[in-house]
Nanobody
Framework: VQLVESGGGLVQPGGSLRLSCAAS????????MSWYRQAPGKERELVAG????????TYADSVKGRFTISRDNAENTVYLQMNSLKPEDTAVYYC????????WGQGTQVTVSS
């Protein structure tokens, strides 16, 4: 099983980034996919989740209206479009796949700073 995140980096406040998570080694279409983040000194928190078919999404209150989660089941990839980024969005962002058990990616750093 592999979850490989990409797309992180340094961006100015108000900017945008698009994270990608490429999945392999399991039946992607059977899994609920999520993005989590962990800032230094803080616990890991759920950012957004999407159902296996993509019909249901959920978001943390702190990112509603700014972030959009989506998935491409033909490409085994889940995305997180992040707009209007704020310094408090700075964290390592992790992709996860959940069904009976949960798989995690290695994370990608997002830094929002001027």
């Amino acid at each position: 099983v592999q979850l490989v995140e990409s797309g992180g980096g340094l961006v100015q406040p108000g900017g945008s980034l698009r994270l990608s998570c490429a999945a392999s080694g399991f039946t992607f279409t059977n899994y609920y996919m999520s993005w989590y983040r962990q800032a230094p000194g803080k616990e890991r928190e759920l950012v957004a989740g999407i159902s296996s078919a993509g019909g249901r999404t959920t978001y943390a209150d702190s990112v509603k209206g700014r972030f959009t989660i989506s998935r491409d089941n033909a490409e085994n990839t889940v995305y997180l479009q992040m707009n209007s980024l704020k310094p408090e969005d700075t964290a390592v962002y992790y992709c996860s796949a959940s069904r009976v058990i949960t798989y995690w990616g290695q994370g990608t750093q997002v830094t929002v700073s001027s």
